[in-house]
T-cell receptor, first 110, second 112 residues
Framework: KQEVTQIPAALSVPEGENLVLNCSFTDSAIYNLQWFRQDPGKGLTSLLLIQSSQREQTSGRLNASLDKSSGRSTLYIAASQPGDSATYLCAIDSNYQLIWGAGTKLIIKP | DVKVTQSSRYLVKRTGEKVFLECVQDMDHENMFWYRQDPGLGLRLIYFSYDVKMKEKGDIPEGYSVSREKKERFSLILESASTNQTSMYLC???????????FGPGTRLTVL
């Protein structure tokens, strides 16, 4: 059974730093991996989707990588800003259902 | 832009009550989903629907049922609410099963 883990559960960094969020999964047989952002009181917003055949995707200051062989994905945020403060979740599309990590709560200090 | 709306942002109910949570999407999406989100556990799929009047159980369907009479509307029903159903409930929709999902703002349900 696919399991998805995100470590750490919370992270606090000063504004301007580059940072990496981690996501690991137990079964490499995946269709795609997605990174979402959740703001307090709001739903989830999709940030990046990496297909199984891809190694990375980029959107603005965000870059997500996928290494199926090691069961890892990273979300790289460049030049962090206070507006990046949110909970970041990764989800694995495995057999047409999303399996979710518990998320990393990110706080960017001004 | 895709818009997914949920009928209530906050809801307080008593044990044993029948509870309806409604979700509407405006993009003619085929697939709709109901999740619950609890601290430290991430999102868990309750039910999903890939067509009108079609539904499939997710990972935690016990104590819940769903209704999809129209393509744009997907309702989650708690037949007899219990305190362990206190949670954040999130609705989502997608065009195809492997497409990204679009989420509503969530309903925070408290069962007393």
């Amino acid at each position: 059974k696919q399991e998805v883990t995100q470590i750490p559960a919370a992270l606090s960094v000063p504004e301007g730093e580059n940072l990496v969020l981690n996501c690991s999964f137990t079964d490499s047989a995946i269709y795609n991996l997605q990174w979402f952002r959740q703001d307090p009181g709001k739903g989830l917003t999709s940030l990046l989707l990496i297909q199984s055949s891809q190694r990375e995707q980029t959107s603005g200051r965000l870059n997500a990588s996928l290494d199926k062989s090691s069961g890892r994905s990273t979300l790289y945020i460049a030049a962090s800003q206070p507006g990046d403060s949110a909970t970041y979740l990764c989800a694995i599309d495995s057999n047409y259902q999303l399996i979710w990590g518990a998320g990393t709560k990110l706080i960017i200090k001004p | 832009d895709v818009k997914v709306t949920q009928s209530s942002r906050y809801l307080v109910k008593r044990t044993g009550e029948k509870v309806f949570l409604e979700c509407v999407q405006d993009m003619d999406h085929e697939n709709m989903f109901w999740y619950r989100q609890d601290p430290g556990l991430g999102l868990r799929l309750i039910y999903f629907s890939y067509d009108v009047k079609m539904k499939e159980k997710g990972d935690i369907p016990e104590g819940y049922s769903v209704s999809r009479e129209k393509k744009e509307r997907f309702s989650l029903i708690l037949e007899s609410a219990s305190t362990n159903q206190t949670s954040m409930y999130l609705c989502a929709s997608s065009w195809q099963v492997t497409d990204t999902q679009y989420f509503g703002p969530g309903t925070r349900l408290t069962v007393l």
